[in-house]
């Protein structure tokens, strides 16, 4: 079975300041991992992913996660937050033919 | 390029009432999904249909019934609406290929309250 853990259900930050978004997942296949983010009033979109290779991803906006097996986590960070960085994001996982979310991490950045 | 679309965008129900949420995608996708949202639960898939003609049931169905209409159209049905069905709902889409391929692209949602 598998299963998303997001540690922080909200993060404020001030603008400017570095920010991680943890996240912890646990499963019995292999799986990739994704962050989506829902701005306010919108549906999801997808931000990044890990399928294989370098264990450090990164979106266009300056998000980066990095994948760590022994751990299995994959925390987003980003070293300088904006206020439009104000969101919800979403870790998930993906196996067959289904995705797995986990409960969210309301981030505010604070001017 | 409308990407999927969702309606209503809003809606309130009495209890016992039925309603069908609708969705439709223009991406040419095979797989569709319908998710509710809740707070501090995350996302939960309810049913989704890996192509045309065939649907299963995700982590919460109960309640809930589905047609995938053809390859762009995936309704979700309440029969008989509950408070507990008061939630976002969201549609979304896919391709249909290895599971590390795969990007979900969402509908806007449709926000639900069961009085």
């Known amino acids: 079975a598998q299963s998303v853990t997001q540690l922080d259900s909200q993060v404020p930050v001030f603008e400017e300041a570095p920010v991680e978004l943890r996240c912890n997942y646990s499963?019995?296949?292999?799986?990739?991992l994704f962050w989506y983010v829902q701005y306010p009033n919108q549906g999801l979109q997808l931000l990044l992913k890990?399928?294989?290779?370098?264990?450090l991803v990164e979106s266009i906006n300056g998000f980066e996660a990095e994948f760590n097996k022994s751990q299995t986590s994959f925390h987003l960070r980003k070293p300088s937050v904006h206020i439009s960085d104000t969101a919800e994001y979403f870790c998930?996982?993906?196996?067959?033919?289904?995705?797995?979310f986990g409960t969210g991490t309301s981030l505010t950045v604070i001017p | 390029n409308a990407g999927v679309t969702q309606t209503p965008k809003f809606q309130v129900l009495k209890t016992g009432q039925s309603m069908t949420l609708q969705c439709a995608q223009d991406?040419?996708?095979?797989?569709m999904y319908w998710y509710r949202q809740d707070p501090g639960m995350g996302l939960r898939l309810i049913y989704y249909?890996?192509?045309?003609?065939?649907?299963d049931k995700g982590e919460v169905p109960n309640g809930y019934n589905v047609s995938r209409l053809n390859k762009r159209e995936f309704s979700l049905r309440l029969e008989s609406a509950a408070p507990s069905q008061t939630s976002v709902y969201f549609c979304?889409?896919?391709?249909?290929?290895?599971?590390?391929?795969?990007?979900?692209?969402f509908g806007s949602g449709t926000q639900l309250s069961v009085l």
């Open positions: 890990y399928l294989s290779g370098s264990t």
């Open positions: 499963s019995s296949v292999s799986v990739y």
């Open positions: 979304a889409s896919s391709e249909n290929q290895a599971a590390r391929f795969k990007k979900l692209f």
């Open positions: 991406m040419n996708h095979n797989s």
């Open positions: 249909s890996a192509s045309e003609g065939t649907t």
């Open positions: 998930a996982v993906s196996a067959g033919n289904q995705f797995y």
